[in-house]
């Protein structure tokens, strides 16, 4: 039984490592840093599988919360040692390795799709969501980085999350 | 306190971007049990996962695999129930890793929706193309009898004219004896609901009813019309008659040849 479960986590891994490394990589934009958390974060859903429940949602969304969770946690902890913190917003795209192969090409399909539902999110939508998804900011952070009310920040996440699960519902 | 305030607050947490007194205050609401902004939270975290995926490719280093697999050797032996959940999870995406050799990349149960909305689509518009099809077949069956009725010199092309009832319409018959013909007409405005226009042919004493039609948007139609069993045509008109047609005119005439 726990051969089953071994070659479980193997498929476990091999299905969604490749879906969450690169949303690490994003978020922590340093390519070993990447690697740690990507390490943490399995071996935490190995420790932890039992606390998952398939009817809360799907696999899918609990790995990527945890990936996107424990990336952000990495960040946060090097922007408190001091050590050099760079805006974490969009420059993190340069610092993704292009992927080479067919495999790429591939995975780019699922990625148009999402860049399509995120194109009908407005500007400012986008830019909270990002703020806060890849960058960490809180919403005081995005508030004071946008010059915007609180109000203001908390009702575009909002508006922007419920926009986006239309997209995604729906399609455009 | 309504609830109000948490319907903004779910989506901030889910994002992870509470903080502050709102964070203590939501928390403490989550605590006291709310189905409404639990569920709230768990639907922000399927689209978020969406989010997660917009991050450019990139491969996750091999090493990762190998020190992760020696770790979980290495560790003590799960309890028997712990990872049921991954052999349900890799199972319920079979479908989608099928999908997925031909997409590429693993399909997300979510994109499934997506696939199943764009299949639907697809029919719809094979459907559409279908019914299209068809009626350019006709069309073109109907030119083409046309054009070989046109190099019958016995053929003749009889003009309709509009009458008070309908001053704008005209038409045009292209007919032969023995072959019968078509009937174009423009400028007719659409019949009214429960009538429709009816075409006779007037060979002897009494006119003949030659086929019932209705005009499109643009106030045009075309009709063939079957040789008459009288003689030759004399006169063809058109006359406004209860839909499905009548077997004599009663109603008003439209359009009609010069004697």
Wanted: glycine share 8%.
């Amino acid at each position: 039984m726990a051969e089953g479960d071994r070659d479980a986590f193997k498929q476990f891994y091999d299905r969604y490592a490749r879906q969450v490394y690169p949303l690490i990589l994003r978020i922590v934009r340093d390519a070993s840093d990447a690697a740690d958390v990507l390490q943490d974060v399995f071996w935490e859903t190995w420790q932890s599988a039992a606390s998952y429940d398939p009817g809360r949602g799907t696999a899918e969304a609990w790995i990527f919360t945890r990936a996107r969770t424990r990336a952000i946690d990495r960040v946060r902890a090097v922007r408190r040692r001091g050590e050099t913190f760079v805006a974490p917003v969009d420059e993190g795209l340069a610092a993704a390795a292009p992927d080479p192969g067919g495999d790429a090409a591939e995975r780019m399909g699922d990625r148009d799709l999402v860049l399509g539902a995120l194109s009908q999110l407005s500007d400012v939508q986008r830019e909270v969501l990002a703020l806060a998804y890849y960058g960490g900011l809180t919403q005081t952070e995005i508030a004071e980085r946008l010059k915007q009310p609180l109000g203001t920040v908390k009702t575009r996440i909002r508006l922007g999350l419920t926009r986006l699960r239309e997209v995604l519902e729906r399609g455009p | 306190m309504t609830h109000e305030p948490f319907e903004t607050l779910a989506p901030v947490y889910a994002v992870g971007a509470l903080d502050g007194d709102d964070l203590v205050r939501f928390e403490a609401h989550l605590r006291e049990g709310c189905p409404e902004c639990a569920e709230a939270i768990h639907a922000a975290a399927e689209a978020l996962a969406a989010l997660g995926r917009e991050a450019p490719p990139a491969i996750p280093p091999a090493h990762v695999r190998d020190a992760l697999l020696r770790r979980v050797d290495a560790s003590s032996r799960p309890r028997r129930t712990r990872f049921g959940w991954v052999r349900w999870a890799v199972a319920t995406t079979a479908a989608a890793a099928a999908a997925a050799v031909i997409t590429g990349g693993a399909v997300a149960s979510r994109y499934e929706k997506w696939i199943g909305v764009m299949a639907r689509e697809t029919a719809h518009l094979r459907d559409q193309m279908r019914r299209e099809q068809a009626l350019l077949r006709d069309e073109v069956a109907r030119a083409r009898a046309v054009a070989v009725l046109l190099r019958d010199p016995a053929t003749r092309v009889v003009e309709l004219n509009g009458l008070p009832a309908a001053p704008a319409a005209s038409g045009r018959v292209v007919w032969h004896e023995k072959a019968g013909g078509q009937l174009y007409v423009a400028g007719l405005p659409p019949a009214p609901a429960g009538k429709a226009y009816e075409l006779w042919t007037i060979a002897g004493a009494t006119p003949r009813p030659a086929g019932v039609f209705d005009v499109d948007a643009n106030g045009t139609a075309s009709l063939s019309v079957s040789p008459a069993s009288d003689g030759p045509v004399k006169v063809f008109a058109v006359t406004l008659e209860p839909a499905g047609g009548v077997p004599a005119p009663t109603g008003a005439m439209v359009l009609a040849s010069a004697k």
